[in-house]
C-alpha cells in the first residue's frame, strides 16, 4: 500500500473515531452513581460555589468544573450539556494524537496502526461521554506534548507557549503537573546533553511553579476530603517494600489491569503486552532516551507518588497515559513485522499488523453502544406502570442518580418516596427497613453492593407478592404487594 492510500486510511481511523464518540454521545446513557454526584454539585452550585469543597465526597480541576458549569447553562437539564466538554476533548486528543505520532514515528503504516488503536480504545470512547475530567486529562497530556514536540522558527515561541497553556493545564488536570514534571525533565536532558543550558527555559519552570503552588494552597492543600480518598483508593496506592507480597499482587494486577482494562485487550491482555516488552526492550538497547522520557517517565511518576499516597494508580487515573502505551506498543508491532519471516509472507504480516486493531474492535462493538447503570430506563418503566398511591423505595446505591434525574425534571410522578441506607454486611436490615412501608411498592436498584439485590429481593418474594419486575444494564425495579401470601 502506497504512503497516500495510508494517509487516506489514517483520516478514515480518525473520523471513525469521531463517529463511534458522536453515536456513543447520543445514546445518551444514563448518568452512574459518581458521575451523578459529581453533575449534582456542578448544577446545584454558582460558579463561585464550585471554587469550594465539592459535596459527597467529590475532587476535580476548578477549570474543568467552571467549563463544566457553563455547558449545564448552555444545555441546561440534560446530560448532553454536562457531557459534550468531554466529547470535543477526545476529538482534539485524536487530531493531537495523529500530530504527536507522525513526529516521533515517521511511518505512515505505524502512525495509522495507532491511530486505529487510539480510536477503538474502549476506555478513552466511554470517558468521551463521562461528566468526569479523565478524558481531559487525556487531551491537557496530548497538547503538552505536541506544543513540545513541534518545531519552532524560535525558542521563544516554544517556551511561552509550554508556559501558558501548562499554567492552563493546571487548572484542567490533576495530572498535568506529571507531565509538566515530564516535559521540565526532557528539556533539561537536552541541554544538558547539549553542554548548554538556555536560560530561557526559565520561562515555563517559574510560571508552573507559581502557578501550581498557588492552586495547590488555594485548592488542594489540606482538602477535607483527604481522609476519605484516601480510604477509598487504599488498594491503588503501590506499597514501598518490594519484599511484600503484597508489593508482586498491586504490580501483576495492575500489569494485567493496563493491558486488559485501559488498552481494552480483556482477556487477550498478554498479546500487547508480549508486542510493549519487545519495544521496550529495543529501545534501550538503542538507547531511546527521548521516547524512553516522553512515554514512561509518565508512569513512574504516578507509581512513585502512589507509593508515597499523594495520587492512585488506577485505570480512571492513567487515562491520559493510554496514548504512551499504544505508542510503545505500536513500536512493537512494527519490529516483529521486521522479521525475514513477514517480510516474505506479506498476508501474515498483513495479519499481525491487524491484529490488536481487531481484538480491540471486537471488545469494544460487542457491547456498543457502552452502557452502564441504566437507571433511566427503570425509572421510566416505574413511571409508565405506577399508581398515585404507590411508593417507591430507592436502594442507597442508586439515591444519587435518582436525585440527579428528579433534579432535572426527568422523574415526573409524586409518589411518596423512601430513601434506603447503607447497611452493607447486615442485608437483613435492608429488608426490615423496606418491611415497613406499607400497600402497593416499588423497589429500585441501581449501583448493587455485593448481590444485595439478590438477597433481599429472595426475601421479599418469600413474603410478599411481587406483580412487576425489570431488569437493565445493572439497573433493577420490582412492584410489590403489601398483602402476604
Known amino acids: 500500500m502506497d504512503e497516500k492510500k495510508i494517509h487516506h486510511a489514517t483520516i478514515i481511523a480518525m473520523l471513525l473515531g469521531v463517529i463511534i464518540s458522536s453515536v456513543q454521545f447520543l445514546y445518551n446513557r444514563s448518568i452512574w452513581l459518581d458521575e451523578a454526584m459529581l ?36 444545555i441546561p437539564n440534560s446530560e448532553y450539556g454536562l457531557r459534550i466538554f468531554p466529547l470535543v476533548c477526545f476529538w482534539a486528543s485524536i487530531y493531537l494524537f495523529h500530530k504527536i505520532i507522525t513526529i ?46 513541534k518545531e519552532y522558527k524560535t525558542k521563544n515561541g516554544q517556551y511561552i507557549l509550554l508556559a501558558l497553556f501548562g499554567a492552563l493545564g493546571i487548572f484542567l488536570s490533576n495530572t498535568s503537573i506529571i507531565i509538566l514534571f515530564t516535559i521540565s525533565f526532557f528539556l533539561i536532558a537536552i541541554q544538558l546533553k547539549k553542554q548548554k543550558i ?21 485548592f488542594i492543600h489540606n482538602h477535607p476530603s483527604k481522609n476519605g480518598m484516601l480510604a477509598y483508593w487504599g488498594n491503588s496506592f503501590m506499597p514501598l517494600n518490594i519484599f511484600e507480597l503484597r508489593f508482586w499482587d498491586f504490580c501483576f494486577y495492575k500489569t494485567k489491569m493496563l493491558f486488559g482494562s485501559l488498552l481494552s485487550f480483556g482477556v487477550l491482555g498478554l498479546l500487547p503486552f508480549l508486542f510493549f516488552m519487545i519495544s521496550l526492550y529495543q529501545l534501550i538497547k538503542r538507547k531511546q532516551k527521548k521516547l524512553l522520557i516522553l512515554l514512561l517517565l509518565p508512569t513512574l511518576l504516578q507509581l512513585a507518588l502512589s507509593a508515597f499516597k499523594l495520587y492512585p494508580f488506577d485505570l480512571r487515573l492513567i487515562l491520559y497515559q493510554t496514548a504512551f502505551y499504544i505508542i510503545i506498543i505500536t513500536l512493537g ?43 433511566k430506563s427503570s425509572i421510566n418503566f416505574v413511571q409508565l406502570h405506577a399508581q398515585p398511591s404507590d411508593t417507591m423505595y430507592v436502594y442507597y446505591g442508586a439515591i444519587p442518580a435518582f436525585n ?82
Open 104 to 149: 516521533l514515528l515517521k511511518d505512515s503504516r505505524a502512525v495509522f496502526l495507532a491511530v486505529l488503536l487510539f480510536c477503538l480504545n474502549t476506555s478513552l470512547l466511554y470517558y468521551s461521554s463521562e461528566t468526569k475530567q479523565y478524558i481531559v486529562d487525556a487531551f491537557i497530556c496530548l497538547l503538552l506534548y505536541y506544543i513540545l514536540l
Open 39 to 74: 453533575s449534582l454539585n456542578i448544577i446545584s452550585r454558582s460558579y463561585a460555589e464550585l471554587l469550594k469543597p465539592l459535596d459527597s465526597m467529590q475532587v476535580a480541576p476548578i477549570g474543568f468544573l467552571l467549563v463544566e458549569k457553563f455547558f449545564s447553562t448552555l
Open 333 to 375: 508491532v512494527m519490529q516483529v513485522l521486521e522479521l525475514d519471516i513477514f517480510k516474505k509472507q506479506k498476508k501474515l504480516a498483513i495479519c499481525i499488523f491487524l491484529l490488536l486493531p481487531l481484538i480491540t474492535g471486537v471488545e469494544l462493538f460487542r457491547n456498543y453502544p457502552l452502557k452502564t447503570e441504566e437507571l
Open 198 to 218: 538556555n536560560l530561557r527555559l526559565a520561562i515555563p519552570f517559574i510560571t508552573w511553579a507559581v502557578v501550581f503552588c498557588s492552586y495547590y494552597f488555594t
Open 404 to 485: 440527579y434525574y428528579e433534579k432535572i425534571g426527568k422523574i415526573t410522578f409524586k409518589n411518596p418516596i423512601v430513601f434506603g441506607h447503607a447497611y452493607r454486611g447486615s442485608n437483613q436490615k435492608y429488608v426490615n427497613e423496606i418491611k415497613n412501608n406499607k400497600g402497593k411498592l416499588w423497589v429500585l436498584f441501581s449501583h448493587i453492593y455485593d448481590d444485595e439485590s439478590k438477597y433481599i429481593i429472595t426475601s421479599l418474594d418469600s413474603a410478599y407478592k411481587k406483580t412487576l419486575s425489570y431488569k437493565t444494564k445493572d439497573s433493577e425495579v420490582y412492584l410489590y404487594e403489601s398483602l402476604r401470601k
